[in-house]
C-alpha cells in the first residue's frame, strides 16, 4: 500500500497502491502513518473521492502529488464534499496534482451536478483554541469544481463582520492553474430576466429558470381597472406594505401580458396600501398610489420581493462554501502569485486578510466577480496581473472599507459592472489599463442586464467608488496615469458618489464613448493633467 525510504535525510511515505477501490481508506492510511518532516508522495493516477468524509491532513508535512489527480463522481450524494481537510496546520506544504468535478454550466445542454452541488479540494480551518501558520500550495490544478480547491480560513471572532481573532499567518499559492473553479453562480438578475422578459430569452434560458427560479414569489392572476389605484390580487396572499426603502426588499415588479400604463415591466413599486384582497402601489417609498391609465391584461402577474428575485438570488438556492477557485478569510502574509484562475462563480475570494501580495496572475474569465479583494482587508499591493472578467460582473471588487490599497500595473478588460471600490481608505489606482468593463449596461439581451430600479438595462461607470455605511467616509485616494478606454454604454468613466474626501484624479487617459468624471460634490477633490480623446479606440 505504502513504503518509506530515507533519500539525503528525508524521510518518504510513497503511496504504491494502483487499484482505483477504495482510494479514500489507501489515502488515509497514507497520511495516517505521517510523522513529522515526511514527505509524502502520492502516486501519479487517478484517485476517486466522493468527498463525504475529509481525508485528515497533519502539520509538519511535504505532499508531492504531481501526477495525481483526484476525481469527484458524477453524481453527488454529500451536499458539502471535500476531499482533504485539516485544522490547526503549520509547517505544511502541497505541490502538484489536480481536482476534477463537474461544475454547473448553464451554457451546457446537459449537466450531471445540480447548480448548488458544493466540491471542494483542500480545507484548512483554525479551532476555537488553535493557531494555524505557514501553508504552502504549488503547481496545483483543477477543473470544473464547484467550489474552492483551496480554503484556509482563520479563527473568525462571532458576531463580527470583520474582526479576526486569530489569523493564519504566512499562506502562499504559487504556479496554481485553477480553471472554471469554484461555486456556481447564476449572477445578479439572471434568472429574474428571463421570468420577467421571456420572449428576449433562449428555450434553454426559459428552462433553467422554470427549473431554478424561486416560483414562491411569484402572483398570478390579478388584474386591474382603469381610473383606479387598488389592484386585485386574485385571491393570493396579502401582501405587506414595503417596510423600507433599501434595495429592494419589499418591493414588487410587475409582468406579464397587459401590464397597465403607466406601470413599467420589472421596475420596483413600494406597495403602500394593502387589504384583504389588493394593493396599491408607488414609484417612491410611502409615496402617492399610482393611478392606472387603462385595464391591465388578460395575465398580469408580480413578483412579491424584488431583492429576493434579483440580488439575492445570485447563487442557487442551498448552495455552500467555497466561493472563487480559492478562498482566503482571516489571513496575512498572504502571496498569489504566477497563477492563473477562472470560474463559474467568483474567480477568486480574499477576505479579512492583512498583508497581502497578488502579483502576475491571469484571471481568465468569471461568470461574476473577477478580482475580488472582499470585505476589511488591510495592506494589499495588487501587481502585474491579467484580468478578463468575460462579461461577468464587476471587474474588480474592492469592498467594504479595505484599507491601505495599492493597485498598479494591472489590465483590466471586458467585465460587467464597472470596477467598484467600496468606502476605501489610503487607496492608490495607478498605471493600470480598464478596457470596456460595463458590458451588462448594453441594451441587449444574453449580454446586457436589466435593472429592477428602471425596468431598463443597467448603468454603471467604469470605475466608481461607494460608501456601505449610513453617512460612511472614504478618503486619501489617488487614481493616477491609468488608461481608461470604456464601452458605449457606460454611466461614466469614474464616478464618486457622496462622501468621498481628499481624492486626487491625475494624468490619466481617457477614451472610448464616455470619458465624463462625476464627483458629486466630493471633498478636497483634485482633478489635473488628465487627457480626454476626441476619438474613440478600440
Known amino acids: 500500500m505504502f513504503s518509506r525510504f530515507t533519500i539525503c535525510g ?25 510523522l513529522p518532516g515526511d514527505t509524502v508522495k502520492i502516486a501519479p493516477r487517478r484517485y476517486f473521492l466522493d468527498g463525504s468524509q475529509a481525508i485528515q491532513l497533519p502539520s509538519q508535512i511535504r505532499v508531492e502529488a504531481y501526477g495525481a489527480e483526484f476525481h469527484f463522481p458524477e453524481k453527488m450524494t454529500t451536499p458539502k464534499a471535500v476531499m482533504f481537510s485539516g485544522v490547526d496546520l503549520y509547517d505544511f506544504t502541497w505541490n502538484g496534482g489536480k481536482f476534477v468535478g ?39 490544478q483543477s477543473q470544473d469544481l464547484a467550489g474552492a480547491a483551496i480554503t484556509v480560513t482563520g479563527r473568525l471572532t462571532p458576531g463580527s463582520q470583520h474582526d479576526v481573532d486569530s489569523y493564519v499567518e504566512g499562506v502562499r499559492l504559487d504556479e496554481c492553474r485553477l480553471l472554471r473553479t469554484g461555486k ?12 420577467v422578459w421571456p420572449e428576449e430569452a433562449t428555450p434553454r434560458e426559459r428552462e433553467l429558470a422554470k427549473t431554478y427560479f424561486r416560483h414562491d414569489l ?56 394593502s387589504d384583504e384582497h389588493s394593493i396599491a402601489v408607488s414609484e417612491t417609498y410611502r409615496g402617492e398610489p399610482i393611478r392606472l391609465e387603462e385595464d391591465s391584461g388578460p395575465d398580469l402577474k408580480l413578483i412579491t420581493d424584488v431583492f429576493q428575485a434579483h440580488l439575492a438570488l445570485y447563487a442557487p438556492t442551498g448552495s455552500g462554501p467555497g466561493k472563487g477557485s480559492f478562498d482566503l478569510v482571516g489571513c496575512q502574509d498572504v502571496i498569489v502569485q504566477g497563477s492563473q484562475f477562472s470560474a463559474l462563480g467568483d474567480t477568486m475570494h480574499i477576505q479579512r486578510c492583512k498583508n497581502i501580495t497578488f502579483s ?15 470585505e476589511y482587508c488591510q495592506n494589499a499591493v495588487i501587481v502585474g496581473n ?17 484599507q491601505d490599497v495599492v493597485i ?93 474626501q481628499n481624492i486626487t484624479i491625475r494624468g490619466n487617459t481617457f477614451s ?11 471633498k478636497d477633490l483634485i482633478l489635473e493633467d488628465n487627457q480626454f480623446t476626441a476619438s474613440e479606440q478600440n
Open 360 to 374: 502576475n496572475n491571469q484571471i481568465l474569465g468569471s461568470r461574476m466577480g473577477a478580482f475580488f479583494l472582499a
Open 408 to 500: 498598479v500595473g494591472n489590465t483590466f478588460r471586458n467585465g460587467g459592472r464597472g470596477s467598484w471600490i467600496n468606502q476605501p481608505r489610503n487607496f492608490v489606482l495607478a498605471n493600470n489599463v480598464f478596457v470596456n468593463n460595463t458590458t451588462k449596461c448594453e441594451p441587449q439581451p444574453g449580454r446586457g442586464r436589466k435593472s429592477f430600479e428602471t425596468g431598463d438595462y443597467e448603468d454603471y461607470p467604469e470605475l466608481y467608488f461607494t460608501i456601505h455605511e449610513p453617512n460612511g467616509r472614504y478618503g486619501n485616494v489617488i487614481v493616477r496615469d491609468n488608461v481608461f478606454v470604456s464601452g458605449e454604454h457606460a454611466a461614466f468613466a469614474i464616478e464618486c458618489q457622496p462622501g468621498g
Open 102 to 140: 463537474h461544475v454547473f454550466d448553464p451554457d451546457k445542454p446537459q449537466n450531471v451536478w445540480p447548480p448548488n452541488t458544493n466540491s471542494r479540494g483542500i480545507v484548512i480551518s483554525t479551532s476555537s483554541d488553535g493557531t494555524c501558520r505557514n501553508l504552502r500550495f504549488r503547481e496545483i
Open 512 to 522: 472610448g464613448a464616455v470619458q465624463s468624471i462625476e464627483h458629486h460634490g466630493c
Open 10 to 34: 528525508i524521510l518518504l511515505l510513497i503511496c504504491t497502491t494502483a487499484a482505483a477501490a477504495g482510494d479514500r481508506e489507501t489515502l488515509e492510511s497514507l497520511f495516517s502513518q505521517t
Open 218 to 273: 411569484i402572483r398570478e392572476g390579478l388584474s386591474a381597472k382603469k381610473g383606479e389605484t387598488k389592484i386585485d390580487l386574485g385571491g393570493n396572499t396579502t401582501l405587506k406594505t414595503t417596510p423600507r426603502d433599501y434595495r429592494g426588499q419589499g418591493c414588487v415588479c410587475f409582468f406579464g401580458q397587459g401590464v397597465p400604463s403607466p406601470i413599467l415591466r420589472g421596475k420596483k413599486y413600494f406597495v403602500v396600501e
Open 386 to 402: 491579467t484580468v478578463d472578467g468575460s462579461n461577468g460582473s464587476r471587474v474588480v471588487s474592492v469592498e467594504k472599507s479595505c
Open 184 to 195: 456556481f453562480m447564476w449572477d445578479y438578475g439572471y434568472l429574474w430576466q428571463i421570468i
